[in-house]
């Protein structure tokens, strides 16, 4: 099922937003060659293009990168699946926002991503961790009774371990919760976004429904009158060692 581009640029803009603090880290330097991994509708391709870096998006779903083509048409863009690309020479930097956790082949991702990057280079990467809602899916999972975990969601030390045994080193790594307030789109519009997928098997009246019992069983998560996500976001820097100075 492909994504609803349009409506995840306009109604879930708070992805991109909160990833502008992750290009602080990347720290984008004009000359520089960088993939933006996982890169949706190109908002934030577009702010590391402004620094003078030559930048390439990659995006699993054709939707995506023809919004992303749209939005930015002077900057190249291209389908391809983060565990099973490669680029016809190597990066400077890979970066990837809130995207990790939709690639469960974790380890391919991690030898295609230091496989992508130059010696020194660096892999700048934030996306969902170990507890990212957990109050969501408990819930949604008790309404549909249904065991659903789709996504990727490893702790501090599996990552780090991960990305070591594809042979880069781990030089910061930080798993933190975020709660997320949804604005109007709210908890509905998240699953609507996010979970619907997983059922479509359903009617559009049985989603309806779920939604509603899903909103019953995690009212906590609605907070002065606005529904907020218990995100937890696993935000890690790397580097792929200089071989010639080992």
Not at 92 to 105: E, G, M, P, Y
Not at 152 to 177: I, M, R
């Amino acid at each position: 099922m492909n994504w609803n581009a349009a409506a995840y640029q306009n109604r879930h803009s708070y992805v991109w937003q909160h990833g502008e603090s992750l290009l602080e880290l990347l720290k984008p330097q004009a000359g520089e060659r960088i993939l933006d991994l996982g890169c949706g509708p190109g908002q934030l391709t577009e702010q590391i293009a402004a620094s003078g870096a030559a930048v390439i998006g990659l995006d699993s779903d054709p939707a995506m990168i023809a919004q992303a083509q749209t939005n930015y048409p002077d900057i190249t863009f291209q389908v391809g699946d983060a565990a099973n690309f490669q680029l016809s020479e190597p990066v400077d930097a890979v970066f990837s926002n809130a995207a990790l956790h939709w690639v469960t082949q974790a380890e391919p991702a991690a030898h295609c991503i230091a496989a992508a990057l130059k010696l020194g280079g660096r892999f700048i990467v934030e996306f969902g961790g170990k507890g990212n809602v957990q109050t969501i899916l408990k819930a949604l999972s008790e309404v549909s009774r249904r065991s659903l975990n789709p996504w990727y969601f490893p702790s501090l030390s599996e990552y780090a371990t991960l990305l070591e045994s594809a042979g880069l080193e781990v030089v910061y790594a930080h798993l933190f919760d975020r709660p997320m307030p949804l604005g109007e789109a709210g908890l509905a519009g998240w699953l609507e976004m996010f979970g619907q997928r997983f059922f479509t098997d359903l009617s559009a009246e049985a989603w309806a429904e779920t939604v509603r019992a899903v909103e019953a069983a995690a009212p906590q998560l609605y907070q002065e009158k606005e529904w907020i996500a218990d995100y937890r976001r696993l935000r890690v820097i790397a580097m792929k060692p200089d071989e010639e100075l080992l």
